[in-house]
């Protein structure tokens, strides 16, 4: 692109400006890739350089500094760590977060020639992407930065990949006459807000307001939009109940009366049963995939819905719509609420009263659990702490497997300044994530949630915490193994498993207090629930990275899903 501006710089000098221009402030990488960049942002940017001790878990940091920012987060590696980085992007692309991933690539005058540790890695960076790109021609440095930041914040956000010239990318360090040309439109999530048709949201808003039991089921593009507020407000001036998926948790606190609690698979009992005794369910960007609907069984197919999403082709998926609305989450909503017939919130009180009935006999079928003072100590127990004492501007950050499923389902929000964000479905995401996040938002206190089969993964990074001083803190529910898999070996056992089946699922008993603390980090052990609290406290007031290592229930299982 030619902007008459163009002067002589190298690729480094231009890659480093425009990753300034765009507001990055850390990317996460293990050398060697754009060496020369790497100099050349020291020289000309403040932009934080970390070296981590593995590619994917520079993937998982760039992703949680994404979610939490709504920022691209910016990952590399040298070519031979190519496809750990783009292990790394399953996760990012899976929960639509918008990471740009930077790796070394061939040279075309040795392709085919057994280069040492080289092979074709672009094929591998397809199904994790949305824009996989390589840049052979020094001059391309411009525009194919934009195109990456423009592809990974517009419509649905997503990772990208750009692979440089040279195993190490050294291509950055030729020259050509160029302009490192930014667009502030396209430095964070949403770029645009496209707003809905006003006859297909008139068609939506009336069917939601004739409804006698409707829910709504808010995704990830709530949060991806910033449309909690206005999600709220309309479910209030329509008096509708509203579930979540796991991704959009933080849609609304868990404390407010109209809150259902997580559906899906990962669920809370009484989100399943509220939708499915209601008549209409409304989509607000989900996918309405697997995990949220619980394999298309919560609420069934037929039933009555209608659904919102940014993306066309989201719209009727997975179930047949009476209306379907194309727009961004909080444009709509606002719209919707502007429109919206609060007369017709009367006819609901009945259906209201019933969906907080289920909600308070969920409360008390898991009271005792919740508040149990059992040593080892129960995981619901912690949750409910974690409930109690999270900062109400906190961002909090879970892993997948028991994690998931014990945060998602026991575990509410109580601000709608808290933030909620969760592995897509990658064990041992959550803590590399976190670090990612507390970089991306340094103010705001993280609180990172992960079993020890979860921590096990990246617990290298407590010394790149350590050493950057990223002061998030992660409680691990160490049960000493990844107990999750339990039922399933009872299962393929006959019901009763051998005594050696236990190593298909079981660790050496460990402390990751002393760990932590070994590595530079404050580790903190908690044996008795009473003690947690304090623990946490003490973490928050720490201004260190934190590890609390609470010692739980290995026969602890959380409840699966509800029908
Ligand atoms: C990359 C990856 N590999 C494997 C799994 C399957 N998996 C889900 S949960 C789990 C064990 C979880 O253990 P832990 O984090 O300690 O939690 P616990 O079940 O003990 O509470 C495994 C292996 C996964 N989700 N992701």
Redesign the pocket.
């Known amino acids: 692109m030619q902007l008459g501006h163009n002067r002589k710089m190298s690729g480094a000098q231009c890659l480093a400006d425009m990753l300034k221009g765009y507001g990055v402030t850390h990317v996460f990488h293990v050398p060697a890739v754009l060496r020369t960049t790497f100099a050349e942002m020291e020289r000309r940017t403040d932009i934080k350089r970390l070296h981590v001790h593995g590619e994917k878990a520079a993937a998982y940091m760039a992703d949680g500094y994404a979610r939490a920012s709504g920022k691209p987060g910016i990952c590399m590696a040298q070519v031979i760590g190519a496809l750990n980085l783009a292990a790394g992007l399953r996760d990012a692309w899976l929960a639509h977060a918008p990471v740009i991933a930077m790796t070394g690539g061939r040279e075309p005058k040795t392709k085919f020639r057994k280069v040492y540790q080289e092979i074709d890695d672009m094929p591998a960076f397809e199904p994790v992407t949305k824009f996989n790109a390589t840049v052979d021609d020094v001059e391309r440095f411009p525009d194919m930065v934009r195109q990456a930041f423009r592809t990974a914040v517009t419509g649905c956000p997503g990772p990208v990949h750009l692979q440089f010239r040279g195993n190490e990318g050294q291509i950055d360090a030729e020259e050509a006459d160029m302009e490192p040309l930014v667009e502030p439109q396209f430095a964070r999530v949403p770029a645009f807000r496209p707003e809905p048709d006003e006859a297909n949201l008139g068609a939506a808003l009336k069917i939601l307001q004739e409804a006698k039991r409707p829910v709504i089921v808010a995704g990830g593009g709530v949060r991806a939009s910033g449309a909690a507020a206005e999600l709220v407000a309309l479910a209030e001036a329509l008096q509708i109940p509203v579930a979540t998926s796991l991704n959009g948790k933080d849609a609304i606190p868990g404390n407010h009366p109209l809150a259902a609690g997580v559906v899906g698979t990962y669920s809370r009992e009484s989100a399943n049963r509220v939708v499915n005794a209601a008549d209409l369910v409304c989509f607000i960007g989900t996918e309405s995939g697997g995990m949220t609907t619980h394999f298309w069984a919560v609420p069934k197919i037929g039933t009555a819905a209608i659904q919102i999403d940014i993306e066309p082709q989201a719209l009727g998926r997975n179930y047949p719509l009476q209306a379907a609305v194309n727009g961004d989450a909080k444009a709509t909503l606002a719209r919707m609420l502007a429109l919206a017939d609060r007369a017709s919130a009367a006819k609901r009180k009945n259906w209201i009263a019933e969906a907080q009935t289920i909600c308070a006999e969920w409360r008390k079928k898991y009271q005792p659990a919740l508040t149990s003072d059992a040593v080892p100590i129960r995981?619901e127990r912690l949750c409910h702490e974690l409930s109690r004492y999270v900062p109400e501007d906190a961002i909090v950050v879970v892993?997948?497997?028991?994690?998931g499923m014990?945060m998602g389902g026991m575990f509410d929000l109580t601000s709608p300044r808290q933030s909620y964000m969760r592995?897509a479905?990658?064990?041992?995401w959550a803590f590399p994530a976190g670090l990612g996040a507390k970089c991306a938002c340094p103010q705001r206190p993280v609180v990172t949630f992960?079993?020890?089969?979860?921590?096990?993964?990246h617990i290298a990074e407590v010394e790149t915490a350590a050493r950057w001083n990223i002061n998030a803190v992660t409680v691990v529910?160490?049960?000493?193994?990844?107990?999750?898999?339990?039922r399933g070996f009872d299962r393929v056992y006959g019901g009763q498993q051998t005594a050696k089946a236990r190593e298909l699922?079981t660790?050496s008993k460990v402390d990751f207090a002393r760990i932590a603390q070994d590595m530079g980090a404050l580790g903190i052990r908690v044996e008795q629930a009473s003690a947690f609290p304090s623990a946490l406290a003490q973490a928050l007031a720490a201004e260190r990275p934190v590890v609390i290592d609470v010692v739980?229930d290995?026969d602890?299982l959380?409840p699966t899903a509800v029908v």
């Open positions: 995981p892993d997948t497997g028991h994690a014990w592995s479905g990658h064990l041992g992960t079993g020890d089969a979860g921590f096990w993964y529910n160490n049960n000493g193994s990844g107990n999750q898999s339990k699922w660790f739980t290995i602890a959380a």
